[in-house]
Nanobody, 129 residues
């Protein structure tokens, strides 16, 4: 059983930066996929970024809306997932969720919420103009 706990969400001004963290507990093995999703009020859950670990290889996938602004990374020693967010704008306001699945997801599935088994409780990010 994998448990995920997000932290780091807060209110920031447009143009600012934030780092979200997701601490994972439980055995995940050397092949898995982790991702960040977000959900704004009245909208569906949107995949933001995903990272795949397959042995010694790491692959990253980003939604077009965050490419060049957000960076996903994972500290395997700490079993912690990060999302570094820069140039934030009010459209980035949402609850951000961490997700994990104990397999290497194909690229077409990495930003689909239905592909993930484990979820955190979410952390609120609010960007004001």
């Amino acid at each position: 059983q994998v448990q995920l706990v997000e932290s780091g969400g807060e209110s920031v001004q447009a143009g600012g930066s934030l780092r979200l963290s997701c601490a994972a507990s439980g055995y995940m093995g050397s092949r898995h996929t982790m991702a960040w999703f977000r959900q704004a009020p009245g909208k569906g859950r949107e995949g933001v970024a995903a990272i795949v670990r397959a042995g010694t290889f790491t692959y990253r996938t980003y939604a077009d809306s965050v490419k060049g602004r957000f960076t996903i990374s994972k500290d395997n020693a700490k079993n912690t997932l990060y999302l570094d967010m820069n140039s934030l704008n009010p459209e980035d306001t949402a609850i951000y969720y961490c997700a994990a699945d104990l397999q290497v997801l194909v690229s077409s599935s990495r930003l689909l919420a239905s592909a993930y088994t484990y979820w955190g409780q979410g952390t609120q990010v609010t960007v004001s103009s």
